[in-house]
């Protein structure tokens, strides 16, 4: 039944019909009026003040990529509106369903420069699936309504509601309703593509499957590994793509591209069929895309006709939801039979194993050791750089969602936030944030988010003293001038998390690291684990910039070259 409602109330209302629990935000001026209806109603949403608004923006990623739900994060205008902006590009750029809520002036006050006023639907524009600015309060509940749809249908992503404060204010009438369900896309899937590739996929020796976030996006890994059984092919992921297939699975390879496996970058180079499954063959994937899987035919499998021949030219593709996309061929595709290929890609694993050095407190070594000690059942989130890519490579992920990183945007400071987003959607859950001491320093302040509200994430810092990444090309591309990557100073971690209102710890030695995991991650309360390393420890193998995937180099390659 209808009944009058503010505008406040109404967006409220349209919060709980979508079934929304969690929002994460800071207030301000403009937005007071939703607060204060927050307020009123937080025994049915939780709110999260973050520490800063790009720490919402993370934090309502973070819940959505843990879940498949929709993340909500609120902000005012102006400063907090624009601090949104990196959280809601980084959400776009890995597809992620978030929907941002701003108010605005008065809507007697735009375009006059009013104080905290901008134009954040169009500063959002190029980096939101839509952005809407409501200046009527009768427009509010379709247009929150409408953005929840968007976010979620099709290739998934983020939408932004602008509301002007007098439409947080004045009345209309609202009355609930259900939210519609969300239909899978399979209007493009033409049963002429499904055939096609079925017999693309019947004709090949030697096959590689290569899966990205899409597969997640789409709740496809039943489907998948239905598909890589029937295949009988190996596996390879992006950092987006980690857990759609399983990491302990013997048919996988390791992750693709720059830092990838030689096994991985190798097969892909010989194989005479590249099979993608919602991937978009990235420049950190692809390499040099001239030279990229030059024997094979490629089937691209993509809910997003965008992305078909963008980068890498496809063979055959497949355009739409990729669960059922794989079940239409799984219906149709006969087992095959490609040992002798298998067993050749088994060769490669054999020989050129991941390795690092054991004797001493390192990234790699850290993330094996959280691997053992949580059983591979933690949620691992990432900040961006040296330490993501131990952490794509060193722990198994064995389900979707269980990894949570920054892919296309490689955004610093993405990680803290994403974590406590994580765990507030999936609290049964250990969650591991594992940042370099570079990107701790960009949002560290959501420590004390988490202190505040007890939420008990464990922060992992491997500390090198450095910018890890970007010295690491500077060791190898630049004559080593480490200009601006040197962090010479006296930040102590430990304390600064006592600080904060979380429990510290410093490690220095390998041995003891396991007993200081093992105790923050039974104490209940944030805490955070400074783990000092090598500054000159690096990443491999690697792919120099510009060069095809198959020429993966490591250490040991290295050494051999500048002898």
């Not at 349209?14 to 927050?38: A, H, R, S």
């Not at 096994?263 to 950190?284: H, K, P, Q, Y």
């Not at 933690?378 to 920054?406: C, D, N």
């Amino acid at each position: 039944m209808a009944q009058q409602l503010t505008g406040s109330q109404i967006i409220i209302e349209c919060l709980k019909e979508q079934g929304v629990d969690t929002v994460f935000g800071y207030p301000g001026g403009t937005i007071l009026n939703v607060y204060d209806e927050l307020y009123k109603h937080q025994d049915e949403i939780n709110h999260i003040l973050t520490s800063h608004e790009q720490g919402a923006s993370h934090a309502a990623d973070g819940y959505a990529r843990a879940t498949g739900k929709v993340g909500v994060c609120m902000a005012t205008s102006g400063p907090g509106a624009t601090n949104l902006v990196t959280g809601i590009a980084t959400a776009y750029m890995d597809s992620i369903p978030v929907v941002a809520i701003t108010a605005n002036v008065g809507t007697s006050l735009l375009g006059k420069d009013s104080f905290q006023e901008i134009d954040i639907a169009g500063v959002v524009m190029p980096i939101t699936k839509h952005s809407f600015i409501v200046k009527k309060v009768e427009d509010i509940a379709p247009t929150i309504r409408r953005a929840f749809e968007i976010a979620q249908s099709g290739r998934p992503g983020p939408v932004l509601v602008d509301i002007t404060k007098d439409s947080t204010a004045n009345k209309c009438e609202y009355e609930k309703i259900e939210p519609k369900k969300i239909e899978r896309k399979i209007e493009t899937i033409k049963d002429t593509d499904i055939d096609n590739a079925v017999e693309i996929i019947k004709s090949a020796k030697k096959p590689f499957i290569y899966v990205g976030g899409g597969v997640i996006a789409a709740d496809a890994a039943a489907e998948l590994k239905e598909f890589v059984e029937k295949v009988d092919s190996p596996v390879c992921d992006t950092l987006m793509g980690k857990g759609a297939f399983d990491g302990t699975d013997e048919k996988y390879t390791g992750m693709i591209g720059m830092h990838g496996t030689k096994t991985s970058n190798f097969g892909v180079s010989e194989c005479d069929l590249l099979i993608a499954i919602g991937a978009r063959f990235s420049d950190r994937v692809t390499g040099n895309a001239a030279k990229f899987a030059k024997n094979a035919k490629v089937l691209h499998i993509d809910i997003d006709a965008a992305e078909i021949n963008k980068n890498i030219k496809a063979d055959a593709s497949v355009i739409g939801d990729a669960k059922e996309v794989l079940a239409k061929i799984n219906a149709k595709l006969e087992k095959q039979n490609h040992g002798e290929w298998l067993s050749h890609i088994k060769e490669y694993e054999a020989k050129y194993p991941l390795t690092y050095n054991k004797d001493a407190l390192t990234g790699p070594f850290v993330i094996e050791k959280i691997y053992e000690v949580t059983n591979g059942d933690a949620i691992i989130t990432t900040e961006v750089g040296q330490h993501q890519m131990w952490a794509a490579q060193f722990y198994k992920y064995k389900e979707p969602r269980t990894l949570i990183s920054s892919g296309g945007l490689g955004t610093m400071g993405y990680g803290l936030g994403a974590s406590l987003g994580a765990k507030m959607a999936r609290p049964e859950k250990t969650v591991i944030n594992i940042a370099g001491d570079g990107c701790f320093r960009m949002n560290m302040n959501e420590i004390a988010t988490a202190a505040r509200y007890n939420i008990p994430v464990v922060q992992i810092v491997i500390n090198n003293g450095v910018l890890g990444m970007v010295r690491q090309w500077q060791t190898l591309f630049y004559g080593q001038r480490y200009s601006n990557t040197i962090l010479n100073d006296d930040v102590n971690f430990e304390k600064l998390a006592e600080a904060m209102g979380a429990k510290g710890y410093t490690v220095t030695k390998k041995e003891e690291f396991e007993a200081v995991l093992k105790e923050a991650i039974a104490l209940g309360r944030p805490a955070v684990i400074d783990c000092q390393i090598d500054r000159d420890d690096k990443v491999f193998p690697m792919v120099a910039p510009g060069a095809p995937i198959s020429e993966a180099f490591s250490a040991e390659d290295l050494a051999e070259t500048t002898k």
